[in-house]
């Protein structure tokens, strides 16, 4: 598994958002976490 997709799979794993788009940034995790939580 290439390391992208390794981190983004533990991501998923940790916090159930998946980030699909490169570089994976705090303030992108925080934004989907956010986008998550209004649905």
């Given at each position: 598994?290439?390391?992208?997709?390794?981190?983004s799979n533990?991501?998923?794993?940790?916090?159930?958002?998946?980030?699909?788009?490169?570089?994976m940034t705090?303030?992108?995790?925080?934004?989907?976490?956010?986008?998550?939580?209004?649905?």
């Open positions: 598994v290439p390391p992208p997709a390794a981190i533990a991501i998923y794993d940790a916090v159930g958002v998946r980030l699909r788009e490169l570089p705090p303030a992108r995790l925080a934004a989907s976490l956010q986008s998550r939580d209004r649905d």
